[in-house]
C-alpha cells in the first residue's frame, strides 16, 4: 500500500515571513508611541521658552536672585524667582522628610507583619488618598489643620527658634497658613505614591533571602533590615522622588493654604508666600498682554524643568535597580 504525499497546508511556523511583518509592524507602533511622548514633551519645553523669552529679555531684576514679581507695568517688568523656588523647595523637601518615614513604615507592615485578609482593604485604603481632590486637601488644611497645628508650630519656634527653618523672623504664626501646614498636607497628599511603589519593591524580594535569613534565627526586624530593605532600597527612592515631583507641581491646595505675607528671602517654615504653581494659579485671570504673561510662562518653565529633572532621577534610579 503506497503512501501518498501530505497534501495539508503548512503551518503559522512555516511562515517566517508573516512573523516578520507582524515584529516589524508592532516595533514601529511601539517606536512611534515612545516617539510621540518625547516630542510632546520637547513641544512643551520649546513653546515655554518661547513665550518666555520676550519677557526674560525685558526684565529689569535679575532672574534668579531678584524677590520681586511686578508684572504690572508692562513697560517695566520686574520679576524673579528667588522667593518662588525657596517656597517651593522648602514645602516639598518637608513634606517628603514626613512622608517617606510614614510610606515605608506602612509598606513594610502591608508586607510583613500585617495578616493578609487585613493587608488588602488596608492597602486599597491608603491608595484611596490619591482620589481625593487637591481642593479637598487644600480646604482641610486651612480650616482643620492649620489651626490645630500652630500649637505644635509655637513650640518649635520657642524650642528650636535659633535654627533658621523654625525662626519665625517677625512673621506672625497665628492662622497656620504657614510652609510648615502645607508641608504637612503635601506629605499626605504623596504618601500613596511613595506606599504604593515601596510595597510593590518589598514584595519582589525573593523569597530565598527571607528564609536563608529566618535559618539562621533573625528575628522579623532583623530579615526585613538585613533582606528587604536593602533590596527595596532603590524603589524607595525612586518612590520618594515621583512623590517629590508630585509635591512641587501642586497648585490648589497650596494656593488655598498658604497665606501671600510674607518676607522675602527669608528661608523659615512659618513664612507664607507662593509657589511657583500657586503664583501662575493666582495670577491666571490677569493673562491679556504678552509680556507680563510670558513672566509667568517663565516661571512654568523653571518649575517644567525642576519637575522633569526630579522625575528623569527618579527612572534613572529605578532603572539602575532593575538593571542590577
Known sequence: MSSEPSTEPASPKARPGHSQRAEVIFRSLATAAGATVVAAIALIALFLLIRAWPSIMANEANFFTSSEFN???ADHLRFGI???LMVTVLSSILALVIAVPIGVGIALFLTHYSPKP???PFAMLVDLLAAVPSIVFGLWGFLVLAPRI????TFLNDKLGWFFLFSDGNVSISGGGTIFTAGVVLAVMILPIITSVSREVFNLTPVSHIEAAQALGATKWEMVRMTVLPYGRSGVIA???LGLGRALGETI???VILRTSAQAGHWSL???GYTFASKIAAAASEFSQPLP???YIAAGFVLFALTFIVNALARLVSGGRVNG
Open 150 to 153: 500652630e500649637p505644635v508650630e
Open 293 to 295: 504673561t510670558g513672566a
Open 71 to 73: 508684572t504690572t507695568n
Open 270 to 272: 512659618f513664612d507664607g
Open 253 to 255: 491646595a497650596v494656593l
Open 239 to 241: 518612590g520618594s522622588m
Open 82 to 84: 528667588r522667593d518662588l
Open 118 to 120: 487585613m493587608a488588602r
